[in-house]
């Protein structure tokens, strides 16, 4: 059973840093899409990144390009995104969520994507 547990986001001052951590569980081989997403209170759950977890493909929003990265950590089966130069309009709780099956015609950003997600993790950009 595939498994993504969240950590770290948080509060922080608009410009600075948070990061959040999805810890991956339950796949049988290292092969699987990965999106973070987030959800601001009355909106829709967008995108904001995306990769392969054998490399190659990293997508990101419009929004957030140039301010966040995704990278891994194999050792501990972990992926982050480190959000910098945060605005307070990223206020959101965000999400993990993966995948083995690349939909043809949806986007990597895309939740119907996506089959498992993690609990969500607060992050909290004060102006």
């Known amino acids: 059973q595939v498994q993504l547990v969240q950590s770290g986001g948080g509060s922080v001052q608009a410009g600075g840093s948070l990061r959040v951590s999805c810890t991956v569980s339950?796949?049988?081989?290292?092969?699987?899409?990965m999106g973070w997403f987030r959800q601001a209170p009355g909106k829709e759950r967008e995108g904001v990144a995306s990769?392969?977890?054998?490399?190659?493909?990293?997508v990101y929003a419009d929004s957030v390009k140039g301010r966040f990265t995704v990278s891994r950590d194999n050792a501990e089966n972990t992926v982050y995104l480190q959000m910098d130069s945060l605005k307070p309009e990223d206020t959101a709780m965000y999400y993990c969520?993966?995948?083995?099956?690349?939909?043809?015609?949806?986007?990597?950003?895309?939740?119907?994507?996506?089959?498992?997600w993690g609990q969500g993790t607060q992050v909290t950009v004060s102006s």
């Open positions: 990769f392969y977890s054998r490399g190659g493909i990293r």
């Open positions: 969520a993966t995948t083995v099956r690349r939909r043809a015609g949806l986007s990597l950003l895309a939740r119907q994507t996506y089959d498992d």
């Open positions: 339950g796949y049988t081989s290292d092969d699987y899409y």
